[in-house]
């Protein structure tokens, strides 16, 4: 099965700042990672899909980017609203779906 | 608009059974797979599985097989996850979700808002 890791697990910023998560897969999954923003109590939420692609509706200050085995998440200018945990999600034809064990975003 | 909505929180005994429901609408329910995703309490996301909903073939990651069987009403739109032999470490939050915007193959971009199921005597 394909392993997903992430890091940091949790990163202390502040509003305004740049912020990097990054996420590897155990081999090569192509393009086919997506990554999720959750709140407490809320369901996820996509906000990027095929590694790089911006859901309709998602601000343009998050933006994806990787292939292969390495993804990144970057928020250039980290909002009050950004504060959660991120998750990347990766396909393959094999295992099918495997989220990574997230990334907690909180306030410095 | 295209939405799913699970039935309420549960609270069930050990040995127990529990059946979950997520009701599709705004999009034709045949045509895209559902998935279920599970989360128990201040842990990550774990993907259950999917089921194809044209089909009713069920597909089950790993270690969520034998007690856990998903399942269909099409004519309803909404597809189940039962969960028999319950135990303590079957509590957390049961999502299901859904694909319906093909350029966003393999991700899930519709939730339903969660059941949380509690297991305890």
């Known amino acids: 099965d394909i392993q997903m890791t992430q890091s940091p697990s949790t990163l202390s910023a502040s509003v305004g700042d740049r912020v990097t998560i990054t996420c590897r897969a155990s081999q090569s999954i192509s393009s086919w990672l997506a990554w999720y923003q959750q709140k407490p109590g809320k369901a996820p939420k996509l906000l990027i899909y095929?590694?790089?692609s911006l859901e309709s509706g998602v601000p343009s200050r998050f933006s994806g980017s990787g292939s292969g085995t390495e993804f990144t998440l970057t928020i250039s200018s980290l909002q009050p609203d950004d504060f959660a945990t991120y998750y990347c999600q990766q396909y393959n034809s094999y295992s099918l779906f495997t989220f990574g064990p997230g990334t907690k975003v909180d306030i410095k | 608009q295209v939405q799913l909505v699970q039935s309420g929180s549960e609270l069930k005994k050990p040995g127990a059974s529990v059946k979950v429901s997520c009701k599709a609408s705004g999009y034709t329910f045949t045509s895209y797979a559902m998935n279920w995703v599970r989360q128990a309490p201040g842990q990550g996301l774990e993907w259950m599985g999917w089921?194809?909903?044209?089909?009713?073939?069920?597909t089950y990651a790993q270690g969520f097989t034998g007690r856990f069987v998903f399942s269909l009403d099409t004519s309803v739109s909404t597809a189940y996850l039962q969960i028999s032999s319950l135990k303590a470490e079957d509590t957390a939050v049961y999502y299901c979700?859904?694909?319906?915007?093909?350029?966003?193959?393999?991700?899930?971009?519709?939730w339903g808002q969660g059941t949380m199921v509690t297991v305890s005597s």
């Open positions: 089921i194809n909903t044209n089909t009713g073939n069920p």
């Open positions: 095929k590694a790089s």
């Open positions: 979700a859904t694909n319906v915007v093909p350029a966003a193959l393999y991700a899930f971009d519709i």
